[in-house]
Nanobody, 119 residues
Framework: QVQLVESGGGVVQAGGSLRLSCAAS????????MGWFRQAPGKEREFVSA????????SYSDSVKGRFTISRDNAKNTVYLQMNSLKPEDTAIYYC????????????WGQGTQVTVSS
């Protein structure tokens, strides 16, 4: 099993920045990819970004590309999401996720951290 704990959420004004962290524990050697998803009120959960365990491959949704940066520190078993130029539409609960395979369903999830961007 893998446990994921997010931190770093909060309230920020539009144009501001936040950095989310996701600490993984347990069977971390089994992790292939880690990613971030978000869910806004009344909307479905959507993909934000993902990174391979080696860190050499990253992907982003079009809505955050150029503003968000995903990175990882394997020594700390931690993945980060640096969010710049935040917009009110970025307001959501952000979830960290991990999977054991390069493709397919993310099978481990954190509890989520709230990000609120005020206009």
């Amino acid at each position: 099993q893998v446990q994921l704990v997010e931190s770093g959420g909060g309230v920020v004004q539009a144009g501001g920045s936040l950095r989310l962290s996701c600490a993984a524990s347990g069977r971390t050697l089994s992790i292939y990819n880690m990613g971030w998803f978000r869910q806004a009120p009344g909307k479905e959960r959507e993909f934000v970004s993902a990174i391979s365990w080696s860190g050499d491959r990253t992907s982003y949704s079009d809505s955050v590309k150029g503003r968000f940066t995903i990175s990882r520190d394997n020594a700390k078993n931690t993945v980060y999401l640096q969010m710049n130029s935040l917009k009110p539409e970025d307001t959501a609960i952000y979830y960290c996720a991990a999977r054991n395979t390069p493709l397919g369903t993310f099978n481990y999830w954190g509890q989520g951290t709230q990000v609120t961007v005020s206009s």
